[in-house]
């Protein structure tokens, strides 16, 4: 397994989550890395990436002010805060990386449910 998700759940309204993702193999070589998220009966969106150095590249609109990535490149691991959850940020999400030239792994996906 090249990208091993955890922290999914259920959660009510209003309360966070933190997930993480532990990168291996040809995906720990990431030149950016982040998660995206496919919602019941939509298409997957990225939610948030992050460069290799830290720099936060990415947030999807409708996540903005509540969600935070952050990365370890010691563990090559990558978090994501999210805060301020809401039902429609229900859905499985995924942690994607890239390596420039070479591609794009996926890892097996967490479920993260926000009830009302």
């Known amino acids: 397994v090249q990208l091993q998700a955890s922290g999914g759940g259920l959660v009510q309204t209003g309360r966070s989550l933190r997930l993480s993702c532990a990168a291996s193999g040809a995906a720990s070589a990431y030149d950016n890395v982040g998660w995206d998220r496919q919602a019941p009966g939509k298409e997957r969106e990225s939610v948030a990436r992050?460069?290799?150095?830290?720099?936060?590249?990415h947030y999807a609109d409708s996540v903005k002010g509540r969600f935070t990535i952050s990365i370890d490149n010691a563990k090559n691991t990558v978090f994501l805060q999210m805060n301020n959850l809401k039902p429609e940020d229900t859905g499985v999400y995924y942690c994607?990386?890239?390596?420039?030239?070479?591609?794009?792994?996926w890892g097996q996906g967490t479920l993260v449910t926000v009830s009302s």
């Open positions: 992050i460069t290799r150095g830290g720099i936060a590249q």
């Open positions: 994607h990386a890239e390596r420039y030239g070479d591609g794009n792994y």
